[in-house]
């Protein structure tokens, strides 16, 4: 399945991966255990307590209390988890704008809006089957993409923050995030022929978002510079 060009923390576009068929399938098997088995606890609840004795409204108001979740799992969950349901979770995928960016609550409801044509009428199979971003028709109305959300790992042996003695060069490199110094270290190990432009686009974001003067050298270096000392702040933090 091919990439797709994804708009990572409005500073740069990388390739990210789709999820893939059996990804989708495998995270909604996952969803519909997890929704028949609240069903079926709401359910013995309700046929073990006495909550039938309640009056009609107040009746009618617990059983829509208890079993709403049911219908607005997918948009809630998604809303509320950073683009992922339980199964989504453990299959390692999430829902994200086509640029990379998190959905509106309007994106999640049109996504479940669509979603009982998708999945009754196997329309959504096929739209994943055929687009370019694994794309179901929920996904396409609403500007949306399932990812997988692999995290980068960066050894720390290669880094000299590990060294002894070792001196940062910027104190703003403290107030990089943990997705930023990822991003970093994903853009300098990349590998296809618009690297140094992306170098380049990178590095004058973060020197104009932190108001940094670079010191002597290229944006590679100021990077990699960065990077190291974002790594010293935080093995100085006292657990």
């Known amino acids: 399945m091919a990439n797709s060009q994804l708009v990572t923390g409005q500073y740069v576009t990388l390739s990210q991966m789709p999820g893939s068929l059996a990804d989708r399938v495998l995270g909604q098997l996952i969803d519909n255990i997890v929704l028949i088995a609240y069903a079926v606890v709401v359910t013995m609840l309700i046929m073990n307590t006495q909550i039938n004795e309640l009056g009609n409204n107040a009746f009618a108001a617990v059983i829509i209390a208890l079993y709403l979740p049911l219908l607005l799992y997918h948009p809630l969950m998604e809303l509320l988890h950073h683009g992922q349901s339980i199964g989504k979770t453990v299959m390692h995928t999430k829902v994200v704008n086509v640029d990379g960016t998190s959905p509106t609550l309007g994106g999640y409801l049109l996504r479940f809006i669509l979603f009982p044509i998708d999945y009754a009428l196997g329309l959504g199979l096929v739209s994943i089957i055929l687009t370019q971003r694994a794309q179901r028709l929920g996904d396409l109305a609403a500007g949306t993409m399932v990812v997988k959300t692999k995290a980068a790992y960066i050894p720390l042996p290669d880094y000299s923050y590990t060294m002894d003695g070792y001196l940062p060069t910027y104190s703003e490199a403290a107030d990089l995030t ?56 935080c093995s100085t933090i006292e657990a």
């Open 178 to 233: 943990l997705n930023q110094a990822e991003l970093i270290h994903r853009v300098l190990t990349y590998n296809k022929p618009d690297r140094y432009q992306l170098v380049d686009r990178l590095a004058l974001k973060i020197q104009q978002t932190l108001g940094i003067v670079p010191q002597s050298g290229t944006q590679e270096q100021f990077l990699a510079t960065m990077l190291n000392d974002y790594g010293y702040y």
